[in-house]
């Protein structure tokens, strides 16, 4: 069975520019979550699916973050304008309703 | 609000030296523990869950305790060896409401040197 799945790996950009990350879930999973992880730091959530619905969006920078999964299965984060403290890996991970599975991240960094 | 305090930053071991890493939480909930490992360029991976139910958990080595009394978990592993080099994440779960959420610890960097 395939894992979390995330694209790109690595991404390096100027402040003010705009970035997005993209997350294929395991097959089946209703749930997916999107965490942000500052360098020696644990996950913290962001945003998290049931199938296409917003479940919690609460510590998700609105004003500049935006997050969606239209069918339920893949999702997008989005930053609009990135600032140098948004440095972080973003972690996806997927859920059937219980254990997470996390994917490798995608390791961002705003000079 | 909902934490998880995990005090030990960083922990350096020999092989075959005995591993201990303490968490205490806070919660007005129903709380499920977990403890995660993640190696280098890697998410993190599920390692044990503990229920408060059950106060124990154990896997490829490791054992997981829960003390209700003072809102604490620990990991613990008899002998460590090189390859569990990793940083070790206590979470924690909390049963209704947003149910799904995971609060993680700050984590433990984790050196077993040869």
């Not at chain 2, 005995?18 to 919660?27: D, K, V, W």
């Not at chain 2, 070790?88 to 995971?102: E, F, I, N, Q």
Request: with cysteine; hydrophobic share 30%.
């Amino acid at each position: 069975e395939a894992g979390v799945t995330q694209s790109p790996r690595y991404a390096v950009l100027q402040e003010g520019q705009a970035v997005s990350f993209w997350c294929d879930p395991i097959s089946g999973h209703d749930t997916l979550y999107w965490y942000q992880q500052p360098r020696d730091q644990g996950p913290q959530l962001l945003v998290y699916f049931r199938d296409e619905a917003v479940i919690d969006n609460s510590q998700l920078p609105s004003d500049r973050f935006s997050a969606v999964r239209p069918k339920g299965t893949n999702s997008t984060l989005k930053i609009q304008s990135a600032k140098q403290g948004d440095t972080a890996t973003y972690l996806c991970a997927s859920s059937p309703r219980g254990e997470q599975y996390f994917g490798p991240g995608t390791r961002l960094t705003v000079l | 609000g909902d934490s998880v305090i995990q005090m030990q930053g960083q922990v350096t071991l020999s092989e075959n030296d005995f591993l201990f890493i303490n968490c205490t939480y806070s919660t007005t909930g129903y709380p499920t523990l977990f403890w995660y490992v993640q190696y280098s360029g890697e998410g993190p991976q599920l390692l044990l869950q503990v229920t408060t139910a059950n106060n124990k958990g154990s896997s490829r080595g490791f054992e997981a305790t829960y003390d209700k009394g003072t809102t604490s978990f620990h990991l613990q592993k008899t002998s460590v060896q090189e390859i569990d080099s990793a940083v070790y994440y206590c979470a924690m779960r909390v049963t209704g409401g947003l149910s799904g959420k995971l609060t993680f610890g700050e984590g433990t960097q984790v050196t077993v040197i040869s």
